[in-house]
């Protein structure tokens, strides 16, 4: 499935779970409506409104979770990420491509994962906290 450019896959709050109705759709590009939370002509059923909705507020994590995305809320510093829809996720690892990205070496020289094309990378991730 082809991500729609007009509307974002990955979201980062910075301003809590708890958002408007129009920051939802900034962020998410879902509208909270009577039928459910809704995104051009499709809507998602929402069981229980009291368990997204708390005084006039939205709250993100709730619905991340009705659209079955990955969500991550780091409490101290209030800020909510929110991950790409399952079938983003899972066409990515159907076609096994990987978004490119540029990332520095230990000298400080970027290297793009597009400058190795038709070359076998392995890629190790780590960090020391």
Request: with cysteine; net charge negative.
């Amino acid at each position: 499935m082809d991500a729609d450019p007009t509307t974002p896959d990955l979201a980062l709050l910075t301003g809590g779970p708890l958002v408007s109705s129009a920051e939802l759709e900034t962020s998410l590009g879902w509208t909270l409506k009577a039928e459910g939370l809704c995104r051009d002509e499709v809507c998602v059923l929402v069981p229980d409104r009291d368990a997204i909705e708390r005084d006039g507020l939205v709250d993100v994590v709730a619905v991340a979770g009705l659209l079955d995305r990955p969500v991550a809320h780091d409490i101290e510093s209030d800020v909510v990420a929110i991950g790409a829809p399952r079938a983003s996720r899972r066409g990515a690892l159907d076609d096994l491509l990987a978004p490119d990205f540029v990332l520095p070496d230990l000298d400080g020289t970027a290297h793009a994962l597009s400058d190795h094309r038709s070359k076998k990378r392995l890629l190790v991730a780590f960090s020391s906290w």
